[in-house]
């Protein structure tokens, strides 16, 4: 199965950034589309940034111009910059891969934005 592993996470104070990074163990050019998703606690998984097997990136408004999706393909390894971090955006990040219909996930790393 294809595994990823996120890392990248941490304490950032308000205003400041976080690259997080998300390494796969397949060819990146065998996704359909990878994707970043956030959790807080108690509730569903909240998508934040896509970015598709032709190279668009999608974002929705609440991350949109802070979040930016990248890939690295010699390295297999997908990126979410993100700048301008909020206390809100405090949440466990996952990477996610879809590949010839199956889902796959990461760990999760944790992200806390605190003064």
């Known amino acids: 199965q294809v595994q990823l592993v996120e890392s990248g996470g941490g304490l950032v104070q308000p205003g400041g950034s976080l690259r997080l990074s998300c390494a796969a163990s397949e060819s990146i050019f065998t996704f359909y589309y990878m994707a970043w998703y956030r959790q807080y606690p108690g509730n569903q998984r909240e998508r934040v940034a896509t970015?598709?097997?032709?190279?668009?990136?999608h974002y929705p408004d609440s991350v949109k111009g802070r979040f930016t999706s990248s890939v690295d393909t010699a390295k297999n390894t997908v990126y979410l910059q993100m700048n301008s971090l909020r206390t809100e955006d405090t949440a466990v990040y996952f990477c996610n891969a879809n590949q010839f219909s199956t889902n796959y996930w990461g760990q999760g790393t944790q992200v806390t934005v605190s003064s």
């Open positions: 970015i598709t097997a032709g190279g668009s990136t």
